[in-house]
């Protein structure tokens, strides 16, 4: 599947581009308290292993801002500053060097801590990315707009970038989030035609596992479909990494990043002689590991299994006494059930072996 990506600046977290024909990148936030270096840089590194590419950091006060230091000294991704109000920490996060600032020039205090915060960040090559949500709108106009909704979000956040650009910084990133998936895609879609700045995706707040994840997906996955967005980030009330994860399972969903295998496994029916579900998970666990974009199928059936998941590079179909495993939808091997995961993970790999060859040629 080919979106046709609507076309954006790029600028560079360190070494990481975002916008422009770059991937989309994909970021989380620890949810560790700054101040404790140790325990900070411990969730940089599990967030790094699971593929996370840049994180951000709350950065509420000046130990946090002087904790910057030695984080961003020693994190294997880049690391942004999270800022609210006080203009003198997003100065000493751009002094300890961080890949990014994310402040609300809106709520940074004054217009000479936004000047001071412009200027030293054009100095240090240091992106800045414009954030507002839903809660955190210029008074005035959501006053004079009606309220909350999505041409009071755009007009917000345009007249903070502004407040950037008149001071000619214009490395920018923007982000116009809110928990409703519906105003999410509204504000994101008008946004997207009013500046070239690349866009930071995410519904904030959205929630615990079971609906925010739904919701994430829902709303980020809308607007890549539609070409919209540059880096993405989903917000859950969970561990970090599951909102990694998650995030990659949208973009592998729509075909647009590709980390790991895909696994696709029937719905069940009436004619499912296996418990799918445990089979399913046995095959997740066993694909754990694997770092190659390969479709593995784990079907109900060996009757309309092996057809209905041809487009897999391989799988599996159990049945009552017999499992078929099969390759492009052909099968190739009959086996018990206690020889069947082994089975299938001997073509796991002859898959894996396929699609390096292929990267080769
Ligand atoms: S693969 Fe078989 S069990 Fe699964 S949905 Fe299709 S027909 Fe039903």
Known sequence: ??????????????????????????????NTDTRDVEATL??????????CEVTRVAV???????????????????????????????????????????????????EE?????????????????????????????????????????VASVLKFCRMLEKYDFNDICVSIKASDAKLTIDSYRKLAQEVDYPLHLGVTEAGTPKEGIVRSAVGIGTLLAEGIGDTIRVSLTA??????????????????????????ACPTCGRTEVNLQRLAEQVEVLLADIVEPIKVAVMGCPVNGP????????????????????RNGRIIEKVDQEHALQALMKEVELA?????????K
């Not at 590194?45 to 699971?50: E, G, I, K, S």
């Not at 990494?241 to 696709?264: D, F, H, N």
């Not at 057809?307 to 099969?326: N, P, R």
Request: hydrophobic residues 40%.
């Open 239 to 264: 561990d970090p990494l599951l909102e990694v994860e998650t995030a990659y399972s949208i973009l592998k969903s729509l075909g647009l990043r590709s980390k790991g295998p895909l696994l696709i």
């Open 60 to 110: 509420p006060d000046q130990v946090a801002a002087n904790a910057l230091a030695e984080i961003v000294r020693q994190s294997p991704i880049p690391v942004i500053a999270d800022i609210h109000f006080q203009a003198k920490l997003a100065l000493l996060a751009l002094e300890n060097n961080v890949a990014g600032l994310r402040i609300n020039p809106g709520n940074i205090g004054s």
């Open 307 to 326: 057809g209905e998941a041809k487009e897999a590079d391989c799988g599996i179909a159990g049945g009552k006494d017999l499992y078929l495993i099969f």
């Open 1 to 30: 599947m080919n979106f046709q990506r609507k076309k954006t600046k790029k600028l560079w977290l360190n070494n990481v581009p975002v916008g422009g024909n770059a991937p989309i990148v994909v970021q989380s936030m620890n």
């Open 352 to 360: 894996r072996q396929r699609y390096l060859k292929d990267l080769k």
């Open 113 to 153: 801590g936004v000047r001071k915060i412009a200027q030293l960040a054009l100095e240090k090559n240091i992106p800045i990315r414009v954030g507002v949500n839903s809660g955190s709108l210029d008074p005035e106009i959501r006053d004079k707009m009606g309220g909350i909704n999505s041409d009071s979000m």
């Open 42 to 51: 411990a969730q940089i590194h599990d967030l790094a292993d699971v593929g």
